[in-house]
């Protein structure tokens, strides 16, 4: 009975204490809602914010640096698949201009050689290099056209600016041409101001031909133009062979003249197989080319 008369009495003194709590609450919210009306609640959040705001962004800083460096990885990626989707695509229209440009350097040489045979007037056909041996006395290049279609040893070979060379050997799809600058290699020629005649004779380099056979006297001039003069039959007269570019004495009767030939031999891609009247009034008698294979059909 004691310890319940206790308890009620305990009961009964704390209840004030919790009404003076109530009371205490009730003011205050009283208070801050009079602040608020008033402004100052705002003043007070806005200077906590203030406090608060550089512990935010230091806390938020890891976070937004990770959204940063994906972003900007991400786009360093696709810079970096775009740049070499760029590269790709230029090496490609590189590719392709490369190729127009060696098919309009292709289409020039032609139309040269087109416009040379005309001026030759002969019967002729165009043969493309397969390979070129300018080894040191020795100078010949493998021509694509060969005995099936009626090219022959001794013909004569030219550019469209000149005189080339002879075929040496022949197979049925291949030939053989000796450039004229090959050191077995001679050529009637004449100086086309004058008409004198002599012989050029390839000297093993592929710039320079000379005539061994001119008096020291000769009337032959730096400068002068050497064409074919159609001596010995092979190669018609009037085509250009070379020019003379340097003269000079030997202590002897004759001079050393040397000539450096017209047609670019070190560079020739396409050359013209050319048949003679000769090589047509005898393929004409016999119904065969000078080599004994079928008659070449051929442009003129």
Avoid at 252 to 273: F, G, H, Q, T, Y
């Amino acid at each position: 009975m004691i310890r319940e008369g206790r308890a009620i009495k305990l009961a009964f003194t704390k209840k004030p204490a919790q009404n003076f709590r109530l009371l205490v609450f009730a003011v205050v919210s009283l208070v801050l809602l009079a602040a608020d009306r008033r402004g100052a609640i705002g003043a007070l959040r806005g200077g906590l914010d203030a406090a608060v705001y550089p512990l935010q962004q230091f806390v938020s800083a890891p976070v937004r640096f990770a959204e940063w460096l994906r972003e900007n990885v991400s786009g360093y990626a696709s810079l970096l698949e775009e740049n070499q989707r760029l590269k790709e695509e230029s090496l490609r229209l590189e590719a392709r201009l490369a190729k127009f440009s060696a098919l309009e350097q292709e289409n020039i040489r032609l139309r040269a050689l087109l416009g040379a045979s005309i001026k030759i007037g002969e019967h002729f056909l165009i043969a493309e290099l397969l390979s070129i041996n300018l080894v040191p006395y020795e100078h010949l290049v493998l021509a694509n056209k060969g005995s099936n279609i009626g090219v022959h040893v001794g013909q004569p070979v030219f550019d469209a600016r000149g005189v080339v060379g002879q075929v040496l050997r022949v197979s049925p799809v291949s030939a053989e041409v000796m450039l004229i600058t090959d050191p077995n290699h001679a050529i009637p020629v004449q100086v086309e101001r004058n008409g004198l005649r002599t012989i050029a004779v390839g000297t093993g380099r592929i710039d320079r031909l000379i005539l061994p056979y001119l008096s020291g006297s000769a009337d032959i001039r730096e400068g002068d133009r050497l064409v074919t003069s159609g001596m010995g039959g092979v190669f018609p007269a009037g085509y250009p062979v070379a020019t003379v570019v340097d003269i000079s004495s030997t202590g002897s009767s004759l001079a050393k003249v040397s000539a450096e030939p017209v047609a670019p031999l070190d560079r020739i891609r396409e050359v013209l197989l050319v048949w003679t009247r000769s090589d047509v009034q005898t393929r004409d008698e016999t119904g065969e080319s000078p080599s004994g294979a079928a008659a070449p059909h051929v442009a003129h």
